[in-house]
């Protein structure tokens, strides 16, 4: 079972730029792949021990991450000057007498103002881990200008024994259990 590690902005813009790429789950289009380790240091940066983002509980909810991405302002006009972010876990199965298919997703949406200060960071190198930086700054064109993004840990599975594994690990989607891992 692989787990997909997938970039999307929350809303496009005209700097953005153009890919080969169209991996489209739902109506969302993902244009970067992030490496594992990239994207476990992208969350270790936002919801670690020592991060300075705060957490916006009341868009934990598939829907309600969904409506972020109509106004990723949202999340702005809940900080009060904070940067934000929000996270959710949330899965799709179906099933008949001969398949059994699902995914479970993690989704970690980074808000304008805290899409700007995680991009300030990177280019100064300052109070974000250099390997990192040395990404956001290669792949600049994805983080700068940004309106906001979200990272998303998708792992699909095809039967009982994967479905087990699948939802065991959801617990460790979990942004204080990432940190763990």
């Known amino acids: 079972m692989t787990t997909l590690r997938l970039f999307a902005p929350l809303k496009r813009h005209p700097a953005f730029p153009k890919t080969s790429m169209d991996l489209r789950i739902g109506d969302v289009r993902y244009d970067l792949i992030i490496p594992p380790d990239i994207s476990n240091l992208m969350v270790r940066h936002f919801v670690g021990p020592e991060s300075t983002y705060r957490r916006v509980e009341r868009y934990s909810h598939f829907m309600e991450i ?12 809940a900080s009060r000057g904070v940067p934000t972010y929000a996270h959710c876990i949330n899965g799709v199965e179906d099933s008949d007498d001969f398949s059994l298919v699902g995914y479970v997703a993690a989704r970690l949406i980074v808000g304008p103002h805290a899409a700007r200060v995680f991009y300030g960071r990177a280019a100064r190198r300052n109070r974000i881990d250099r390997t990192l930086a040395d990404y956001v700054i290669d792949h600049e064109g994805y983080f700068h200008p940004c309106v906001g993004f979200e990272i998303l840990h998708m792992r699909y599975y095809f039967d009982d024994a994967e479905r087990v594994d699948a939802l065991r690990d959801v617990e460790e989607w979990e942004p204080t259990e990432l940190l763990a891992s």
């Open 66 to 77: 969904e409506a972020l991405r109509g106004n990723p302002g949202l999340l702005d006009e």
